[in-house]
């Protein structure tokens, strides 16, 4: 087998590198993601090459290559060549920018024909490391998908860890494939015989299942997920006739009930019938060990149904979460009359003493103003209020709105002005589903009452509840009967005693 290729979300390296992906981030909740080109001409009538075109400016590929993950980048002029020939040049350029070829066939330009990038006046994005976390928030929906606070929650109660071997259904938009297969990562198998981690995916849906196959490769995990297009009510989730002999099984179906029955160590029917096996079907799970399952369903009735078919299989410790996540911004506000009553300050007194301190100065300022009026001629009136107005009673610079000049929160260095705030996101995404757990222990055979007796020892114990030991219960047997004969021969003696 050829060595694979590593995937950016597992092994990304230090710098970005062409054909990888890599996810622009535009705002706090604004990611895109990226395939780096390397261009050898224009593209797409851009004379730079492939180029990003966002809100915040245009970023030929160029400029987003060989550096460190991470890293902000700067917006550049770009070069449209015969698209930009339409607009007036000097609206975008300044005298660096590039002039574009004037051949109109741009697209198929050489080497020595890529622009080089100017950079832009304004604009940066940061270019970050592809991580399931980046992705789920930014990977095309073809579905609903589970989201982070949920599938952090569900990998580590269902196990999942380097070297597991997770059955996942169905793949939808791949969100909770990314995060699995980063959990059970454990390198890359050298040969098809090899045991590493593994997700096995399966997905009914044509198109999706195509989508999918065609993302697992372009992000370099398909040492790591194996996906099939399946129906799993009807069909089961053996791979080539074979176990993927998994110990944790995540399921994200409409009718989860209907595929449990697959998820058993014997061949039965829905309903628990144990059905008659030719030796051809083959227990997905792994024989030896415990396996977690999670289902995840949006509405109680699935849940019911779910739990119901779990207790018929044997499933044990099922219980149900639902994860409720809220996110708080925290900020620093300021608060308070002497700021400028611009977006983000609020003018309003901070406190009581900066009411009462503004509530004087508007009193002192009327009666200044009262006083000023009374000993000037009438024309001066106006002028007089003005000289109120442009400063201070004192003669000192204009005051702020409440009358007062510099505060003490001036002085402090901006970033440390005001109070620390904290608010939840307006729109708090409540409910996404209901998530079931159960576990399916090993079956208990003769082979594994002996390898447990020959481990944990028992029967040779004295003197215990339980004691099986025929020796050791003859010992007590006469250890019993001295002592009742001893007893009785105090007794016999006392008697005697107390007659004579
Ligand atoms: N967990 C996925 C994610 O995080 O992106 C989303 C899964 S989506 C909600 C449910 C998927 O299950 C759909 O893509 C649907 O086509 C697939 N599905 C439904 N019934 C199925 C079946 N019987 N066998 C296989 N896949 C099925």
């Not at 309003?348 to 009193?363: C, F, G, H, Y």
């Amino acid at each position: 087998m050829a060595a694979s290729k590593a995937s950016p979300f597992l092994e990304p390296g230090l710098k970005t590198a062409p054909n990888t992906l890599a996810i622009a981030s535009l705002s706090r909740d604004n990611f895109q993601p990226l395939t780096l080109e390397q261009s050898i001409g224009a593209v797409d009538g851009y004379a730079e090459g492939a180029t990003l075109n966002t809100r915040f400016g245009s970023f030929p590929h160029s400029t987003l290559l060989d550096i460190p993950w991470g890293s902000q980048v700067r917006a550049s002029v770009v070069d449209t060549g015969s698209r930009g020939r339409k607009r007036r040049r000097d609206e975008v350029e300044s005298e660096d920018t590039p002039i574009p070829s004037q051949d109109e066939g741009d697209d198929k330009a050489t080497p020595s024909s890529l622009a080089k990038a100017v950079v832009a006046s304004s604009g940066f994005i940061y270019i970050l490391r592809p991580t399931p976390e980046l992705w789920t928030s930014s990977l095309p929906h073809r579905t609903q998908v589970v989201y982070t606070p949920d599938y952090s929650y569900i990998l580590q109660r269902i196990r999942a860890r380097p070297g597991s071997r997770i059955i996942e259904a169905g793949a939808g938009s791949g969100s909770f494939t990314h995060a699995s297969a980063r959990a059970v990562y454990s390198g890359y198998p050298r040969n098809a015989a090899e045991k590493k981690g593994k997700v096995f995916s399966f997905e009914f849906h044509e198109p999706r299942y195509e989508k999918m196959q065609e993302e697992i490769k372009n992000h370099s995990l398909e040492g790591i997920v194996h996906i099939t297009h399946r129906d799993v009510y009807r069909d089961g989730f053996s791979i080539d006739g074979k176990s993927p002999e998994a110990t944790a099984v995540f399921l994200d179906l409409p009718a989860p009930w209907e595929a449990l029955h697959h998820l058993s160590r014997r061949k039965i029917q829905k309903g628990g019938k144990e059905d008659e096996n030719d030796g051809s079907w083959e227990s997905p799970l792994d024989p030896k060990q415990s396996v977690y399952i999670c289902t995840f369903s949006p509405c109680i009735e699935q849940v019911t149904r779910t739990v119901t078919e779990m207790r018929t299989l044997g499933w044990t410790d099922i219980d149900m979460v639902e994860i409720a996540h809220k996110r708080f911004t925290v900020m620093r506000e300021r608060v308070g009359v002497s700021l400028p009553s611009e977006r983000g300050f609020n003018p309003t007194p901070a406190d009581v003493n900066e009411a009462v301190k503004k509530l004087k100065s508007d009193i002192r300022r009327t009666l200044e103003f009262h006083k000023a009026q009374q000993s000037r001629p009438d024309s001066e009136v106006s002028d007089s209020k003005m000289d109120i107005d442009e400063q201070a009673p004192n003669g000192s610079p204009k005051p702020t709105p409440n009358g007062e000049g510099a505060t003490e929160a001036d002085e402090e260095p901006t970033f440390l002005q005001g109070r620390i705030v904290h608010r939840t996101e307006t729109e708090l995404k409540t409910h996404t589903s209901y998530l079931v757990f159960a576990i399916l222990p090993p079956e208990w055979d003769e082979e594994a009452e002996a390898a447990a007796l020959a481990k944990w020892p028992c029967g040779k114990e004295s003197k215990t509840i339980g004691n099986i030991d025929k020796q050791a219960r003859k010992q007590e047997k006469r250890e019993m009967l001295a002592s009742k004969k001893k007893k009785k021969r105090v007794d016999d003696t006392q008697a005697s005693t107390s007659k004579s």
